[in-house]
T-cell receptor, first 116, second 114 residues
Framework: DTEVTQTPKHLVMGMTNKKSLKCEQH?????MYWYKQKAKKPPELMFV???????INESVPSRFSPECPNSSLLNLHLHALQPEDSALYLCASSQVEFGVANYGYTFGSGTRLTVV | DQQVKQNSPSLSVQEGRISILNCDYT??????FLWYKKYPAEGPTFLIS?????DKNEDGRFTVFLNKSAKHLSLHIVPSQPGDSAVYFC?????????????FGKGTHLIIQP
């Protein structure tokens, strides 16, 4: 299995809703990431989990709450979002330490989030 | 300040010709360089990569060249095909820093014309 699976593919939520994005991989990768991508912009890093521990939080507002229940799963809990949070949310995974023979990220296809 | 620059927002190439996409970076500490292809509303798809110990890596129609002294890399696609039309992102990271996440350029929209 060489894929990162993200669910749901599309999500519309109100500003008072609570929802979660899910990401799963079975490649044995111990680093997992959340990226946010707005239209015509490159992906921007939000969070990094390394060995199931949060290692990087790129000053993301607390209305986004990541969770890594185990080495295969990554969640992003959403609460009280704003319309400007509408974007494509991408999950990715990789080995924690890059070596010459083993580097590269695998991205999921993303969740298209619309906040109304 | 941008650490990774793709100075051409778009590039139009005739089908069958060579497409050359360029990327410049500022930090000599970067060790791994990756190219991703992205269609609208989809996640980036990994294309090809190169580590700083090499200056060329080839995979089928795709070749990446790295010039460390110039802090420049390029992606060559030959021959270009209509399905290659997409946005191409250059991304970089550091050795042992896989878990630091990738830093992306702003992307180049490649348009292959029949």
């Amino acid at each position: 299995d060489t894929e990162v699976t993200q669910t749901p593919k599309h999500l519309v939520m109100g500003m008072t809703n609570k929802k979660s994005l899910k990401c799963e991989q079975h490649m044995g990768h111990r680093a997992m990431y959340w990226y946010k991508q707005k239209a015509k912009k490159p992906p921007e890093l939000m969070f990094v989990y390394s060995y199931e521990k949060l290692s990087i939080n790129e000053s993301v507002p607390s209305r986004f709450s990541p969770e890594c229940p185990n080495s295969s799963l990554l969640n992003l809990h959403l609460h009280a979002l704003q319309p400007e949070d509408s974007a494509l949310y991408l999950c990715a995974s990789s080995q924690v330490e890059f070596g010459v023979a083993n580097y590269g990220y695998t991205f999921g296809s993303g969740t298209r989030l619309t906040v109304v | 300040d941008q650490q990774v620059k793709q100075n051409s927002p778009s590039l139009s190439v005739q089908e069958g010709r060579i497409s050359i996409l360029n990327c410049d970076y500022t930090n000599s500490m970067f060790d791994y360089f990756l190219w991703y292809k992205k269609y609208p509303a989809e996640g980036p798809t990994f294309l090809i990569s190169i580590s700083s110990i090499k200056d060329k890596n080839e995979d089928g129609r795709f070749t990446v060249f790295l010039n460390k002294s110039a802090k420049h890399l390029s992606l060559h696609i030959v021959p270009s095909q209509p399905g290659d039309s997409a946005v191409y992102f250059c991304a970089v990271t550091q050795e042992g820093g896989g878990a630091d996440g990738l830093t992306f350029g702003k992307g180049t929209h490649l348009i292959i014309q029949p």
